[in-house]
């Protein structure tokens, strides 16, 4: 059996968690894993979470079986959170998942259901996982043009251009927002634009929705999916709490879909909760349990939105210190992109042998494309970190 097995193939992200785990020093900064990280770096648990888990604690009379697609509140929260109080409930279904990651899994595995001949197409560059996630389902995956690293925007015409030849049916993997891992996201009249393409196509979009309110609000980061779901008869989101409620390791998300009427969503769902039965059965209930206690009750609501209001401002101030600190320090304004890009990444020009001159010389990590987590840039060591990140630019 086990004999047969070649060695795992690293993860570019993981093994980057272990390494900066492993190196004793003390001066070391991670700027690795996607994790929000407050000025002390460290990750709490949000207050309204907090307070949420007491209340379920103190209320929770069974852990008996829920059910394959979780908590019907849970997911009706999560359609308005995700679809806004407008959107047409007779046409839309969730699922809880196991974060947006098992969320991603099981629309994959329903799509091959619905359409076993489609292939995928995934932005060049995309969360790494992707790859492995998505053709695990069975998917042959292809990538379209994203990201213009001269302008630090998307090349929304390459990307157009590439989506125009996709075979009839194919499936498309679109960020929702913040995209991960270069934070260049589309503005809404691109958006506008890839709906034609999708439409003209017959192209099938599956948002990756894993930082609705890092970008430019909770409501803001939502509006492209809303477009989408105003135009197009049929889509599906993977939604995450992970970063927005800060619940990573309670694994919660939600598996979204828009069908074209009733009968078709009912349907749809009643197939998805088929896959997660033969799957894992079914997903945790913790954490999804305390996102609905916090999405319905008022003032955890409010308070929740407050923390997370406060989480995307302290990012947005990081980009602007951490962009000025490489202007000054380079003297140049080739870093001013990061300022004008979203959410929780962005990513450095810098080379194999300077990201390990970084990690060597200075204990300061950073994914193997040059993407940096925002939320873990030294609030009081910006200047050092610059200086870093241009000797190593300056000499390897
Ligand atoms: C990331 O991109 O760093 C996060 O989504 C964590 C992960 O699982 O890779």
Redesign the pocket.
């Known amino acids: 059996m086990f004999e047969a097995l070649q060695e795992p193939r690293p ?1 570019a ?2 093994g980057l968690m272990a390494a900066f785990r492993a190196d004793t020093r003390t001066d070391k900064l991670d700027l ?4 929000y990280k407050d000025s002390a770096g460290e990750t709490p648990v949000m207050r309204a979470v907090k307070s949420a888990e007491r209340k379920l604690l103190e209320s929770q009379q069974t852990k008996a079986y829920v059910a394959p697609i979780g908590s019907p509140a849970f997911c009706a929260a999560m359609i308005t959170q995700v679809f806004g109080k407008e959107a047409d409930l007779t046409r839309l279904r969730a699922a809880q998942s196991v974060g ?2 098992g969320a991603l899994r099981v629309l994959a595995d329903l799509m091959k259901q619905g359409r076993p001949e489609a292939d995928m197409w995934v932005s060049d560059p995309t ?3 992707h790859v492995p996630l998505l053709s695990a389902a069975g998917y042959t995956l292809h990538s379209y043009p994203y990201y213009d690293a001269a302008s630090g925007q998307v090349d929304v015409e390459a990307m157009l251009a590439a989506l125009g030849k996709a075979k009839r049916g194919d499936i498309v993997v679109l960020h929702g927002c913040c995209h ?2 270069t934070g260049a996201d589309l503005t809404i009249q691109d958006w506008s634009r890839v709906i034609t393409v999708l439409q003209d196509n017959d192209l099938f979009p599956l948002v990756d929705l ?1 930082y609705q309110g890092f970008g430019d609000g909770l409501e803001e980061d939502a509006a492209a999916v809303r477009l989408m779901a105003s135009k197009l008869p049929e889509m599906v989101v993977a939604a995450s709490c ?1 970063k927005n409620l800060g619940l990573y390791r309670e694994r919660v998300g939600a598996a979204m879909l828009l069908a074209r009427n009733e009968s078709e969503a009912t349907r749809a769902l009643g197939r998805l909760g088929g896959v997660i039965r033969a799957n894992y059965s079914m997903p945790p209930d913790h954490g999804a349990n305390a996102t609905e206690i916090v999405l319905s009750d008022a003032a955890l609501n409010a308070q929740w939105r407050e923390e997370l209001e406060a989480m995307r401002c302290r990012m947005v101030t990081l980009r602007q210190a951490f962009s000025e600190a490489m202007r000054k320090r380079s003297n140049s304004d080739r870093f001013d992109y990061i300022t004008r890009q979203k959410g929780m ?1 962005s990513r450095l020009p810098l080379s194999t042998a300077q990201l390990d001159a970084l990690r060597d010389d200075y204990g300061i990590y950073i ?1 193997g494309d040059g993407r940096i ?1 925002v939320a873990g840039l030294p609030e009081q060591g910006m200047e050092k970190l610059a200086d870093a990140i241009c000797c190593v630019l300056a000499d390897h």
């Open positions: 993860d992200i993981l690795g894993v996607g994790i947006g990651s969360w790494p996982n991960n891992p894993a992970s990444f994914v987590n």
